[in-house]
């Protein structure tokens, strides 16, 4: 079972030093420690569109803890960016695929969450993006990305 001990160390780590969490699960190899983030989303993906039909008490308390967990480490490891909310620091953005699947999987995951209510989950997600736009505090992503991507969400209305 999932739980904040198994989805959220990757983010506390990066540098975090606000978050309570001090007791952590074995992290899964490739998923955990390759693509970091992209378990998180996962779960997110999945209990996030389970709560938008059913009402669970434990899972929403679940996917809570997990967003409350991302946005505890926010800006971490971004240079002071406020908006930086991945598990990996910025430099590790081209490790792998992290900075593509690992991101494409935690951003549908924190959507998926604030469609079952999680409020902070767009707000997370719009600071996110708003870093990843910015053209001088994002050093690893080229112009013609970031315009591809500032489209996409722009017509989400994140």
């Not at 978050?19 to 390759?34: E, K, P, R, S, Y």
């Not at 960016?81 to 549908?108: C, K, N, V």
């Amino acid at each position: 079972m999932h739980s904040r001990k198994h989805l959220c160390p990757s983010f506390i780590t990066k540098s975090c030093a606000t978050c309570a969490l001090h007791q952590f699960i074995a992290q899964v190899g490739f998923w955990d420690t390759d693509l970091r983030g992209s378990n998180a989303g996962r779960f997110l993906m999945g209990a996030g569109n389970t709560l938008r039909w059913t009402e669970e008490p434990a899972l929403r308390a679940m996917v809570s803890a997990v967003v409350d967990g991302v946005e505890a480490c926010r800006g971490n490891g971004s240079g002071g960016s406020g908006g930086y909310i991945l598990a990996f620091p910025p430099a590790g953005f081209m490790h792998s695929e992290q900075g593509d699947y690992g991101r494409s999987w935690f951003t549908q995951g924190l959507i998926e969450a604030g469609k079952a209510g999680n409020t902070k989950a767009f707000s997370l997600l719009r600071g996110l993006y708003d870093w990843f736009n910015n053209r001088t505090g994002n050093p690893v992503c080229v112009a013609s990305v970031r315009t591809c991507v500032w489209v996409c969400v722009g017509r989400h209305g994140f």
